[in-house]
Every structure is written in structure tokens, then in C-alpha cells.
């Protein structure tokens, strides 16, 4: 199994500020990459595919990059709507796909 | 709209049998892929399992010979039934709709979700 790996798993931060989560493969994934935002009580939306390609409707201060084992999320001015967890799924292996265990992003 | 409506969810024994639905709106499930994912309390997201339009299954190790999955075209519904539960399948229970993308495919929509509880 191809295991994903989030950093950091809570992260603390104001309005406005740049925040950037990382999501580590176990092996090569290419560039199968999605990332999702949850809030409390809500399923999962999904924000990029293809490691960099925002989905429609996801307000473009979402970005995502890497290739291969190591991708990262950021948010270039956090809102106040973005506090949630954050999630990274790996595609490479499909069907059996993998989620990392999740960052929360707090209000600081 | 493209819409995900779970049910069935609730309190079963250990041991004991509980079937999950996905009414789908705004899509054919039987010409997409279709897939359930879990989510025990405060934990992360844990595949469960997928049907590919041609109707090919796969579950999850952790779920293998106690769920299965199935569709009913005519009534556009997805189904998870779950035998032999156990306290650790407790757990809200996502149905997703899933976008082909080359090599795989990830979810592009998702159910509200519906919660199972294992307990005696």
C-alpha cells in the first residue's frame, strides 16, 4: 500500500496569512494527487486534482504543486472560511486509494 | 444539480447486518464510478470501496467477504450491504461519485453522509 504522510497535522494561523501543508508518498504517485476540504460535520469538497489543477468554483488562492513523492497545498491568504482539515488522496494505485491522516488548520 | 443522498444508516449489534443507500440526482450511476468511503469518529478517510461503470468491485482488505457493493440502474441507487459488523466499522459512511483523470480517479462528489454505529 502506498502511504500518504500530512505535515503538519494541526497548524495554527491568522486571516491573511500564506499557509502551506505538505503531503509525503510512501513511492512515487506521479503527479495522481487530490486534496480536500472538510469541515466539522460536512463530507469532504474537493479543492485540486492532478496535484495542481483547481477544480471549478475553488476560490484560486487554493494552489497545489509537486510531482513524484511530495506535494504541497497552500493557501496564499487564509479566510476565514478556510479553517477546516485538509486532506491529501493518492490516485496512483487505483482502486486502492489513500488518504493522508489530515491537517487541521486553526484559528491562532 | 449533480446530488448524493445516503440512508440506512444506524445502530446494529456486533455481528449483525445493515444495508446503506446513495439515491444519485443529476447523474446515471451506472455509467460512472461509484465508491464508498468512511470516516470513524475524529479519524481520517478510509476507502471502502468502488464499482467501475462496467460493474467490476473492490473493496478495502479491512471490509473484504463482510460488504459488497451494487447498483440499482433502474432506480439510480448505490448500495453498501454489510454483514458480520464490527465496533471498528463504526463510522460516518460517504457515498462519492468519482472523475476519471488518465491514470485513476478521485471524488468530485460527495454524499452527506450516514452514520453506522456497531454496538451491543
Same mark, same amino acid.
Request: net charge positive; aromatic share 12%; proline share 4%.
Given at each position: 500500500?502506498?502511504?500518504?504522510?500530512?505535515?503538519?497535522?494541526?497548524?495554527?494561523?491568522?486571516?491573511?496569512? +500564506? =499557509?502551506?501543508?505538505?503531503? +509525503?508518498?510512501?513511492?512515487?504517485?506521479?503527479?495522481?494527487?487530490?486534496?480536500?476540504?472538510?469541515?466539522?460535520?460536512?463530507?469532504?469538497?474537493?479543492?485540486?486534482?492532478?496535484?495542481?489543477?483547481? #477544480?471549478?468554483? =475553488?476560490?484560486? +488562492? !487554493?494552489?497545489?504543486?509537486?510531482?513524484?513523492? #511530495?506535494?504541497?497545498?497552500?493557501?496564499?491568504?487564509?479566510?476565514?472560511?478556510? !479553517?477546516?482539515?485538509?486532506?491529501?488522496?493518492?490516485?496512483?494505485?487505483?482502486?486502492?486509494?489513500? !488518504?493522508?491522516?489530515?491537517?487541521?488548520? #486553526?484559528?491562532? | 444539480? %449533480?446530488?448524493?443522498?445516503? &440512508?440506512?444508516?444506524?445502530? %446494529?449489534?456486533? $455481528?449483525?447486518?445493515?444495508?446503506?443507500?446513495?439515491?444519485?440526482?443529476?447523474?446515471?450511476? &451506472?455509467?460512472?464510478?461509484?465508491?464508498?468511503?468512511?470516516?470513524?469518529?475524529?479519524?481520517?478517510?478510509?476507502? %471502502?470501496?468502488?464499482?467501475?461503470?462496467?460493474?467490476?468491485?473492490?473493496?478495502?482488505?479491512?471490509?473484504?467477504?463482510?460488504?459488497?457493493?451494487?447498483?440499482?440502474?433502474?432506480?439510480?441507487?448505490?448500495?453498501?450491504?454489510?454483514?458480520?459488523?464490527?465496533?471498528?466499522?463504526?463510522?460516518?459512511?460517504?457515498?462519492?461519485?468519482?472523475?476519471?483523470?488518465?491514470? $485513476?480517479?478521485?471524488?468530485?462528489?460527495?454524499?452527506?453522509?450516514?452514520?453506522?454505529? %456497531?454496538?451491543?
Amino acid at each position: 500500500d502506498i502511504q500518504m504522510t500530512q505535515s503538519p497535522s494541526t497548524l495554527s494561523a491568522s486571516v491573511g496569512d +500564506r =499557509v502551506t501543508i505538505t503531503c +509525503r508518498a510512501s513511492q512515487s504517485i506521479s503527479s495522481w494527487l487530490a486534496w480536500y476540504q472538510q469541515k466539522p460535520g460536512k463530507a469532504p469538497k474537493l479543492l485540486i486534482y492532478k496535484a495542481s489543477s483547481l #477544480e471549478s468554483g =475553488v476560490p484560486s +488562492r !487554493f494552489s497545489g504543486s509537486g510531482s513524484g513523492t #511530495e506535494f504541497t497545498l497552500t493557501i496564499s491568504s487564509l479566510q476565514p472560511d478556510d !479553517f477546516a482539515t485538509y486532506y491529501c488522496q493518492q490516485y496512483n494505485s487505483y482502486p486502492w486509494v489513500t !488518504f493522508g491522516q489530515g491537517t487541521k488548520v #486553526e484559528i491562532k | 444539480e %449533480v446530488q448524493l443522498v445516503e &440512508s440506512g444508516g444506524g445502530l %446494529v449489534q456486533p $455481528g449483525g447486518s445493515l444495508r446503506l443507500s446513495c439515491a444519485a440526482s443529476g447523474f446515471t450511476v &451506472s455509467s460512472n464510478y461509484m465508491s464508498w468511503v468512511r470516516q470513524a469518529p475524529g479519524k481520517g478517510l478510509e476507502w %471502502v470501496s468502488v464499482i467501475y461503470s462496467g460493474g467490476s468491485t473492490y473493496y478495502a482488505d479491512s471490509v473484504k467477504g463482510r460488504f459488497t457493493i451494487s447498483r440499482h440502474n433502474s432506480k439510480n441507487t448505490l448500495y453498501l450491504q454489510m454483514n458480520s459488523l464490527r465496533a471498528e466499522d463504526t463510522a460516518v459512511y460517504y457515498c462519492a461519485k468519482l472523475r476519471s483523470d488518465g491514470s $485513476g480517479s478521485y471524488y468530485n462528489v460527495w454524499g452527506q453522509g450516514t452514520l453506522v454505529t %456497531v454496538s451491543s
